[in-house]
């Protein structure tokens, strides 16, 4: 068994506006492309005379994850988009390969589309869930 949350992860969605409350596992990404990207909240600095600093605080990180579908034959895609777009309000959870090693969950998050191409995947869509109320493990 693994130690670290590494490996082929299994990732739940639900909507969460009341028209589809369920969760709901997503296919298996491509190889590699699940990713989870924090960025750091600003900083504030309360100045001194003379450029030190008489304090500092940050605001809230910011995340998003993403990761990558195959379009293929039979297999349905977790959303409905409209260039990019799709619509409702999402929880994400992610569960390792490892069930016993923790996980994560986005508790609440706006989800884009990005339509793909190439000869190696052929048509793909890159979902990435932009969160709205931070994240959990």
Request: charged letters at 25%.
């Amino acid at each position: 068994m693994a130690v670290i949350g590494w490996g082929k992860p299994r990732i739940f969605v639900k909507r969460l506006d009341g028209t589809g409350g369920t969760w709901k596992e997503v296919p298996i990404p491509v190889q590699d492309s699940t990713t989870l990207e924090t960025t750091k909240g600003d900083k504030t600095e309360a100045k001194l005379e003379g450029g030190s600093n008489e304090d500092v605080k940050y605001g809230a990180n910011t995340y998003a994850l993403s990761y990558t579908i195959r379009v293929a034959k039979g297999k349905t895609q977790p959303f409905e988009q409209n260039d990019g777009y799709v619509e409702g309000e999402y929880a994400l959870a992610l569960q390792p390969e490892d069930p016993n090693v923790p996980g994560f969950m986005i508790d609440k998050s706006v989800v884009s589309a990005e339509d793909g191409f190439s000869t190696t995947d052929g048509g793909t869509i890159v979902y990435t869930f932009e969160s709205t109320d931070g994240r959990n493990y």
